[in-house]
């Protein structure tokens, strides 16, 4: 048995939905950042499985600037995540409303 492009891409966009409907429900600042990122390995599925049925290397160049970015994303994220908690004690969308009037 053989796993063809489909079904990578069929588990790429599961993964991808399971993030976007985190994304959109879920509240607190960190499971969002998670779901966030739950987004970003979807897209890098679907990037990979490209690459290997197309037989080229541009989808793992592309895996490699994805990786890059998301290293950046969690140092700069993780870091506001934690500078919110610490001034306003709560990591809750709901509550952080500073620009809001």
């Given at each position: 048995m053989t796993i063809g492009l489909n079904q990578y891409l069929i588990v790429a966009a599961v993964v991808f939905a399971i993030g976007f409907v985190g994304v959109l429900i879920r509240k607190n600042t960190l499971v969002i950042y998670m779901c966030l990122e739950l987004?970003?390995?979807a897209s890098t599925i679907a990037l990979v499985a490209f690459s290997r049925f197309n037989g080229t290397m541009d989808g793992n160049v592309f895996v490699f600037f994805i990786l890059t970015?998301?290293?950046a994303e969690v140092a700069v994220g993780l870091a506001i995540i934690v500078a919110l908690f610490r001034r306003r004690q709560t990591v809750q969308v709901e509550q952080l409303n500073a620009l809001k009037n």
């Open positions: 987004m970003l390995v970015v998301a290293a």
